[in-house]
């Protein structure tokens, strides 16, 4: 089976300012206490051996097991992704903190290595399990319930049955892993180490971009030229990483004789593809009543004949430009999360007070926000770049969402904990809107609550509207790459097809613009990542709505149904809210939320 480590999740770019606070650091001691540390040795030599142990005993052998046999194998391999995704969190967490020192680079690599070297005898067992008999394995659950309690598991890796190739061609492909790995930190590195100069002032990644949304327009105007100026002179290494991953990609779709580019993603986010095309139909037919709608308001706002690029994240000229230190973010957010239950606060606070939290923008450091779940027995880290900015209180609350959800899931086991992607964002967007809802209750007149409104709008346009238009890039960047190498103006020129249509007539695209898909992680780390946050958001919002309903009871469903983890399919655990997925009149509900935040912003203009 192989659960090396799970994904990170991650939010959108972060803002800011100085003064903030104490800002938190990670103390990854619980994972190991330094490359050196003899623990984390001793692990890798169990792993070598555990490995080498698991392939004798049980390749070959999977169809003579019985129930009680085969439960004892799923918990041996239950213990090795376990060991290894300890090693490859915290190798990766350290890389993250600073992806340019060669050293954490190196270390991470090698971890890579060994541990695909220490798996690749294991390549048998999702093999062999996919070539047990249906019969065979619901009898085994019938008559063992803690057999039956991995069958979702088994479920998942059997839904690959019909993709699957020889024997020795999986081998292949999980060796040739670490190649592709490559890649992806040739662009992780490339990013990072990026600079941008703004008023005579150099600038990473994280910082360039807060500056899209300060209130001066010449700042942010400058702020976009660079960026593009950068991407530009680095295109052709972008180009170069997307056609090779999506070659990759391709190569390997073809052989495993899957339909469609995205049938992978869709078989690991468990969720049927007309599900996910009822999503995207739903957001693209409502593009008119959101972003259209929204950014003429906002054009108008704003006093502009037409806006740029570079107006799109623009504060409104009624919004007082403040910083939120970080003592006041924590209690916003720890507020809105005890208020909505006690329980949820608890879950939160050691994230805060046990080195749980790396908060502070640094050199080097991986841009964005995530929070990667590590192993069950050990406790999720979140990854911030917090810059003071009304919209990282938002990230914050974002990613501390995703956290609690994994301690919540973690009981479930390593295998049956990761959650699918689809629904990995529900607790975090989930928190998102309990902060939102707590800080629009205390708006102190009808000009906080518009910009209040407008900001979550806006979040809601990004986290929809914009994921939706780069799942349809990603779309057509695939199909194009099928006939053949795509140039950076063949990839600009698919970039550019889905701009204008998903943010409407209010805008007009600068020169260089074109060049904007060259720094979103998604694109090369997970192919077709970008939906599950539409879903994710729709997801939510018709849950809120059934909350704000009928709240009697609704905290114990929520956290039966965080608790879950990756044990149940989406109709098993939105159907205790008398929700649907599969009903394309329930992605409606959730685009209606919006639409009614926007009715409102409308009425205020009135």
Request: charged residues 25%.
């Amino acid at each position: 089976m192989i659960h090396l480590p799970r994904p990170a999740f991650d939010a959108n770019a972060s803002s800011g300012s100085d003064n903030l606070g104490d800002l938190p650091e990670w103390d990854l001691t619980d994972l190991y206490s330094s490359e050196d540390a003899p623990e984390l040795q001793r692990d890798l030599d169990w792993l070598e051996k555990e490995c080498a142990a698991f392939a004798a005993d049980y390749e070959g052998k999977l169809a003579s097991l019985d129930a009680a046999g085969l439960l004892t194998c799923i918990e041996r391999d239950e213990k090795i992704s376990n060991i290894a995704g300890r090693i490859m969190s915290f190798a990766g967490l350290r890389y993250h903190q600073v992806t340019t020192d060669p050293g954490r680079a190196k270390f991470l690599s090698d971890c890579q290595e060994k541990i695909t070297n220490y798996t690749t005898p294991l390549v048998f067992f999702t093999l062999e399990l996919n070539r047990l008999e249906d019969d065979s394995l619901a009898t085994m659950y019938a008559g063992n319930a803690d057999l039956a309690r991995y069958k979702p598991v088994l479920d998942r890796i059997r839904a690959m049955k019909p993709y699957q190739l020889s024997d020795e061609l999986e081998r292949f492909l999980h060796d040739l892993g670490v190649v592709g790995d490559a890649w992806e930190r040739l662009f992780d590195e490339t990013i990072a180490g990026l600079t941008f100069t703004v008023d005579s002032e150099e600038l990473g990644i994280e910082s360039t971009l807060t500056l899209l949304t300060e209130p001066e327009r010449a700042k942010r105007e400058a702020a976009a030229r660079e960026l593009a100026r950068v991407f530009g002179e680095n295109i052709r290494t972008f180009a170069r990483v997307h056609n090779t991953c999506a070659k990759e990609k391709e190569v390997i779709d073809r052989w495993r004789q899957m339909p469609t580019a995205q049938t992978g993603r869709h078989l690991a986010n468990h969720v049927e593809p007309e599900v996910v095309e009822a999503l995207r139909d739903a957001v693209v037919a409502a593009y008119p009543k959101l972003s259209h709608r929204y950014y003429e308001l906002k054009r108008k706002w704003l006093g502009l004949d037409t806006m740029q690029v570079w107006d799109r994240n623009a504060p409104l000229p009624m919004e007082e430009k403040k910083s939120v230190d970080w003592p006041t973010a924590r209690g916003m957010v720890m507020d809105a999360y005890s208020a909505f239950d006690p329980r949820m606060g608890e879950i939160a606070e050691p994230f805060f007070d046990k080195g749980w939290i790396d908060a502070a923008v640094k050199p080097g450091k991986a841009p964005g926000a995530f929070a990667h779940p590590t192993v069950t027995n050990v406790h999720p880290y979140v990854l911030l770049n917090y810059l003071g900015k009304p919209r990282d209180v938002m990230t914050l609350a974002h990613e501390l969402g995703h956290g609690v959800h994994q301690v919540l899931a973690a009981d479930q086991g390593e295998l049956l904990s990761s959650t699918p992607l689809t629904l990995a964002e529900t607790a975090s967007v989930f928190g998102e809107m309990l902060t939102f809802r707590k800080m629009l209750d205390a708006a102190k007149d009808d000009q906080e609550r518009k910009v209040l409104l407008a900001g979550k709008v806006e979040d809601m346009i990004n986290t929809v509207v914009r994921q939706i238009a780069f799942y349809d890039f990603e779309c057509k960047l695939h199909a194009a790459r099928r006939d053949g190498e795509l140039t950076p103006e063949d990839i600009g020129a698919l970039w550019m097809s889905v701009q204008g249509e998903s943010l409407g007539p209010a805008f007009e695209f600068m020169e260089g613009y074109d060049s904007f898909w060259a720094y979103i992680p998604h694109f090369v780390h997970s192919p077709f990542y970008v939906y599950a946050y539409a879903f994710g958001d729709g997801l939510v919002n018709a849950l809120y709505a059934v909350y704000e309903e009928n709240p009697e009871g609704f905290q114990d469903k929520y956290f039966d149904m965080l608790r879950a983890g990756g044990s149940k399919h989406h109709k098993e655990l939105l159907a205790p809210f008398g929700l649907d997925a599969s009903d394309p009149a329930f992605w409606d509900k959730g685009l209606s939320m919006i639409s009614r935040f926007i009715d409102e912003l409308e009425a205020m203009e009135d």
